[in-house]
């Protein structure tokens, strides 16, 4: 596919979710009922997310890479990043990328308790550590799951998040509770309080 055919397509693929999902193969396709953030809800966390241009945007967990495609979309003169540890899945947002010639978003590799916060300005996190407490919800068999890991994950977010200076933004979408570190002041909400927006004073 050129790349000038590649841009006519990347407007419509925003038309809707369903539009969206035809980036990816069909078996991939299944994940995103349960698993994938909506369009309307990436494009109100990315307004939220992005009160100034440049900023950079974290999302923790980022699958096959709707979120970041999405916010790129939205927020052009912002950058996106999506950390995930499923090697398969981040091949499949590279190529989502390259399809839609998005040039402000990356995809990295890896398990997220190794990434340097202070990199990022802002942050998403629709809660990718639930699949360790919920079989349901699981993605694949391809990683250990376990209370433990999700305990671990849990507490190594919140001790970032608590590192990250006056002025660090959040959009978390599902957490199970409100365990956020201190000075963290929620500040908007929708659909039905799952998706809460927070801003460290």
């Known amino acids: 596919m050129s790349q000038s ?5 990347s407007p419509f693929s925003f038309r809707s979710d369903q539009d969206f999902h035809q980036l990816y193969p069909r078996e991939i396709r299944r994940l995103a009922t349960k698993q994938w953030t909506s369009l309307k809800v990436a494009e109100y966390a990315t307004n939220f997310l992005t009160p ?3 900023v950079k945007i974290l999302d923790i967990g980022s699958g096959v890479g709707k979120f970041c495609l999405a916010g790129a979309h939205y927020a052009p003169k912002a950058s996106f990043y999506g950390i995930e540890q499923r090697t398969d899945l981040v091949a499949h947002a590279n190529a989502a990328k390259s399809i839609l010639q998005l040039p402000n978003v990356r995809f990295l590799s890896g398990n997220f308790t190794r990434l340097d916060f202070k990199q990022y300005d802002h942050f998403y996190f629709f809660n990718s550590f639930y699949e360790h407490l919920a079989h349901e919800n699981q993605i694949d068999n391809k990683i250990k799951y376990s209370i433990t890991l999700f305990d671990y994950y849990t ?6 998040l608590d590192k990250q200076p006056v002025g660090a933004r959040i959009v978390t979408y599902h957490l199970l509770e409100n365990r956020m570190p201190p000075g963290y002041e929620e500040v908007e909400s929708l659909e039905s309080d799952l998706l809460k927006c927070w801003i460290k004073r």
């Open 5 to 9: 055919s590649s841009q006519s397509q």
């Open 52 to 54: 100034t241009e440049g």
């Open 155 to 160: 507490k190594c977010l919140y001790d970032k």
